[in-house]
C-alpha cells in the first residue's frame, strides 16, 4: 500500500526518467529551428530519373545559398568509377560539378557534402539511371576491328620461313648423295675383295694339296 507513495524510491525513478525523456523531446523539437541546415530543393539528373541523353553535369539547387571550401560531389556508376570531373563550382544557391562522358547504362549515385548557409555541413545520396539507348555504339566498333586486320600481315614472313627450311633440307639432301654412292662403292669395293680372296684361296688349295 506504502509502495504508491511519491515518496519511495521506485516513485522518484519515475519521476527521473519522465523528465529525461521530456527535456530531451524539447531538444528533439528546437534543434532544426536553431540549425537551419540547407535543403536540396531540386537536382538535374533529378533524384530517380531515368535518361535517354547523357548528362555532362550534375547540378544541385538548395534552398539557402552554398559556402565555398569543403564542398563535394561522387558520381559513381555501375562500373564502381567515379563520373564526376574537376571541382564543384559554387553559385549562390547552386552547387555542380562536371561529368566524364559516361560510358555505362544502369543506375548512378550521386553523393554531396556541401556546407549550409549556416556553416554547417550536409550531405546526402540520390540517384539516377541511364538508359541503354542514351550510350554512343558505333564510334568504339571501327576501332576495335582495326587491330584484329593487322594480324594477317605476319602471315607470309611465315611462308618464307617455311621455303628456308625447305632448302636446307634439300641442302641435307643433297650431302647424303654423295655419302651413299661412297658407302656404296666402299661396299662394293670390300664385297669384290672378298670374292676375289675366296677365288684365289680356292685355286692354291689344288696347288698347294699337289
Ligand atoms: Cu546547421
Known amino acids: 500500500m506504502s509502495a504508491f507513495s511519491a515518496s519511495s524510491p521506485g516513485g522518484r525513478i519515475i519521476a527521473l526518467v519522465t523528465g529525461l525523456l521530456t527535456a530531451l523531446a524539447l531538444s528533439l523539437g528546437v534543434a532544426p529551428t536553431a540549425h537551419a541546415h540547407n ?20 547540378v544541385l539547387t538548395f534552398n539557402a545559398e552554398v559556402l565555398e571550401g569543403g564542398n ?44 549550409s548557409a549556416d556553416g554547417h555541413p550536409l550531405s546526402d545520396t540520390f540517384t539516377f ?8 555504339e558505333p564510334t568504339e566498333s571501327p576501332a576495335a576491328e582495326q587491330p584484329e586486320e593487322e594480324e594477317p600481315t605476319p602471315a607470309p614472313a611465315e611462308t618464307e620461313g617455311t621455303e628456308s627450311e625447305d632448302s636446307t633440307s634439300t641442302t641435307g639432301v643433297g650431302l647424303s648423295g654423295p ?6 662403292i666402299v661396299l662394293g669395293i670390300g664385297v669384290i675383295a672378298v670374292i676375289a680372296i675366296t677365288i684365289i684361296r680356292l685355286r692354291r688349295r689344288p696347288g698347294s694339296g699337289d
Open 39 to 58: 535543403t536540396l530543393v531540386s537536382s538535374s539528373p533529378e533524384d530517380g530519373a531515368t535518361l535517354d541523353s547523357l548528362p555532362e553535369k550534375v
Open 72 to 115: 563535394g560531389i561522387v558520381v559513381t556508376g555501375p562500373d564502381g568509377t567515379n563520373y564526376a570531373s574537376g571541382d564543384v563550382v559554387i553559385d549562390g544557391v547552386e552547387a555542380s560539378i562536371d561529368l566524364e562522358p559516361l560510358t555505362q547504362p544502369g543506375e548512378y549515385t550521386v553523393e554531396y557534402r556541401i556546407i
Open 129 to 136: 539511371t541511364v538508359d541503354e539507348s542514351a550510350i554512343p
Open 179 to 184: 655419302l651413299g654412292a661412297i658407302l656404296g
